[in-house]
């Protein structure tokens, strides 16, 4: 079946501190792959993607991912983290011919000062 | 662009009571999607249209939800009635053709208390 999973439902860094994001996924094609972030009150914003090429993909706001196909890993990092990073990030999974796509339960990322 | 609109941005009811969410995608997309996002069960799909038909709506919880796209610009959802476990924040999201449909642009979506 295709998943997502987050293991970590809440993430605490201290600002400037890097951030690591764990993201797997099960899926029976070629995925692509996805990060979302949405701030409190807002809609979902995507920070970046990957389709295929080069499996470290840079994002909006100093984020990048790598793929990691060996280990069904998308796994989201910042080398450092600012007050303005705290939010909800989601990982997403794909399929050219699927219309839809399946996200994870998300991590909520708190800052400390 | 406006990005996708919707209203209203927060809704009380009470229970028994029916609701309508809209929404306005992006214009020129041609994918629509209802999410809804609880604590407990996170984002879940409901339903999603291409050019105005719906394709799947085995994420509906049941009945009492319907969704309606009359024209490519506008989109609603309805519950009728309302009960409590609906509360919860719904987003709408478009996407512009099958290849990118993955890049979906969502709304501020519309927080509902069903008391």
């Known amino acids: 079946a295709q998943s997502v999973t987050q293991p970590d439902i809440h993430i605490t860094v201290s600002e400037g501190a890097s951030l690591e994001l764990r993201c797997n996924y099960s899926?029976?094609?070629?995925?692509?792959l996805f990060w979302y972030v949405q701030s409190p009150g807002q809609g979902l914003q995507l920070l970046l993607k990957?389709?295929?090429?080069?499996?470290l993909v840079q994002g909006i706001k100093g984020f990048e991912a790598e793929f990691k196909r060996s280990q069904s890993s998308f796994n989201l990092r910042k080398p450092s983290v600012h007050w303005s990073d705290a939010a909800e990030y989601f990982c997403?999974?794909?399929?050219?011919?699927?219309?839809?796509?399946?996200f994870g339960k998300g991590t909520r990322l708190h800052i400390l000062p | 662009d406006a990005g996708v609109i919707q209203s209203p941005r927060h809704e009380v009811t009470e229970m028994g009571q029916e609701v309508t969410l809209r929404c306005k995608p992006i214009s020129g997309h041609d994918y629509l999607f209802w999410y809804r996002q609880t604590m407990m069960r996170g984002l879940e799909l409901l339903i999603y249209f291409n050019n105005n038909v719906p394709i799947d709506d085995s994420g509906m919880p049941e009945d009492r939800f319907s969704a309606k796209m009359p024209n490519a610009s506008f989109s609603t959802l309805k519950i009728q009635p309302s009960e409590p476990r609906d509360s919860a924040v719904y987003f709408c999201?478009?996407?512009?053709?099958?290849?990118?449909?993955?890049?979906?642009?969502f709304g501020p979506g519309t927080r509902l208390t069903v008391t």
């Open positions: 997403a999974v794909g399929a050219i011919g699927d219309d839809k796509i399946i």
């Open positions: 990957y389709f295929s090429g080069d499996t």
């Open positions: 899926y029976g094609a070629t995925p692509y």
């Open positions: 999201a478009s996407s512009f053709t099958r290849d990118r449909v993955y890049e979906q642009y």
